[in-house]
């Protein structure tokens, strides 16, 4: 008798219980605009890299700075008429393995970071004459280089790959900080120190070269606001 009056008590309490809503699943991102006029942005991720070596006589040394900043506005269908924007790494960022070279690189008798506490590369015009997605677009950008608190105007060989980001394709790969459509930048230049006031002691002329060679290893991430995009400007 007591079983036959608990049943229907349970029951009603089961169907009385309120129900939980159900997660509404998410419409995927609305996808950023792959032409026109577009905007970037470096992250100090670790993804993009500026790296440096000096080939003495003697001696190759490797450096690198993975603190990355900057941005950059582009017209993918024609970079050459619109494209602005610079590339900034701080002199405190870059190291070389050794913790000794590394106080050395950034002393008054070098790159001085107290007084000059940044490298900067601004853009000053480009040959590219388009950026599309799947294709690697190759030319000249000019922009002026400012080292050791000196500025000269320098040519960089790159080459540019835009890379769309699909909301399904690609799905989950915000969780590795990948959350938007990338410009992916990669150039070489040579410089001298000298030409920026630095000098080389005669006592490691055969350790230090005078001309350093620069790698750009750069990636942005398109920042074009959202509404922007689903009006697909």
């Not at 993975?66 to 024609?78: E, I, R, W």
């Not at 405190?92 to 007084?115: I, K, Y």
């Not at 930048?185 to 001309?211: A, E, H, Q, W, Y």
């Amino acid at each position: 008798m007591q079983t036959k009056i608990i049943f229907p008590i349970a029951l009603v309490a089961l169907l009385a219980a309120p129900v939980s809503a159900q997660p509404r699943p998410q419409a995927p991102p609305v996808p950023q605009p792959t032409t026109g006029v577009q905007t970037f942005e470096l992250r100090p991720s670790g993804i993009s890299r500026v790296s440096f070596t000096s080939d003495a006589p003697l001696e190759t040394v490797e450096g690198l700075s993975s603190q990355t900043t900057g941005n950059f506005t582009v017209d993918l269908g024609n970079p050459s008429a619109r494209l602005s924007g610079q590339v900034q790494i701080t002199v405190a960022s870059l190291t070389t393995g050794v913790a000794m070279r590394d106080e050395h690189l950034r002393s008054a008798n070098w790159l001085d970071a107290a007084r000059h506490p940044n490298i900067t590369f601004e853009v000053v015009r480009t040959s590219i004459r388009a950026v599309a997605p799947g294709r690697t677009a190759r030319g000249n950008v000019v922009g002026r280089l400012t080292l050791h608190g000196q500025a000269r105007e320098v040519t960089v060989p790159v080459e540019v790959r835009f890379i769309p980001l699909d909301p399904r394709e690609h799905a989950g790969m915000d969780q590795l900080g990948i959350n938007a459509n990338m410009l992916r930048i990669k150039g070489t230049m040579r410089v001298n120190l000298s030409d920026f006031g630095v000098n080389i002691m005669p006592v490691l002329r055969l350790k230090l070269s005078n001309t350093i060679a620069i790698a750009l290893d750069l990636t942005s991430f398109q920042t074009t606001p959202a509404a922007a995009a689903a009006a697909g400007h």
